[in-house]
């Protein structure tokens, strides 16, 4: 039988602990709305045995921000394998994955929060944004951006979180839709940038030239055509 008698954590296991019920809460309200008896009666814990691990509420937050910012930045790894539209496909599920599990925690990551000082937060953003871009590049198979690759490849960041924030208010779009539309728009963005660069042109060459009669990209070509029909 067990005697009931809880397991002490040690420091490390304790302030990771408190990050986790901390992102779980901050998941489901806004930061500015979770207390510190809130975390810590979650935690199974004292209100001061929460400050004896984060000096206050500010440094839990910034703690718990910088676990998300490292999740969201691990959602852009994807094997090098397979056309690249479905690999774009299987970065866009994870992503809105966690979107759609951390929606309060995602908005306050993209928008900041009067928590937590803008340079901070604007660190954690880059850091995200600059993982997103260094995977894109890799399954590009390139080391070294040209200025119009870059500009596509950070604008489609860019897209891809401003999409995100406004599905999170109201959901009115399926999200298998938006997740497949993001796709079409790194495709979509690439073309245009390719109608004035050949060394784009040619890069988007590479890009088209495996992809399977059902992938995204060919229904992506599949549904211009039609419209133009």
Known sequence: MSTGVRRRMGVEERRQQLIGVALE??????????????IASAAGISRPLVYHYFPGKLSL????????????????????????????????????DFVDEHGHGFSALMRGGPAVGPSTTNALIDSVRQAAYDQIL?????????????????SWISLAESTALIWLDGRRIPRAELEAQL?????????VSAAYDEEMAGLLRDMVKDEPADGPFAELI???????S
């Open 183 to 191: 796709v079409f728009d790194f495709a979509a963005l690439a073309a």
């Open 222 to 228: 599949g549904r211009l055509v039609a419209l133009a």
């Open 61 to 96: 937050y910034e703690a718990a921000l910088k676990r998300a910012a490292e999740d969201l930045a691990g959602r852009f790894a994807e094997p090098h394998e397979g056309p690249l539209g479905g690999r774009l496909l299987r970065v866009m599920r994870r992503f809105f």
């Open 25 to 38: 809460l901050f998941s489901r309200r806004s930061p500015d709305e979770v207390s510190i008896d809130e």
């Open 138 to 154: 890799s399954h590009l198979g390139i080391v070294d951006a040209p200025p119009r690759l870059e500009l596509v490849v950070r």
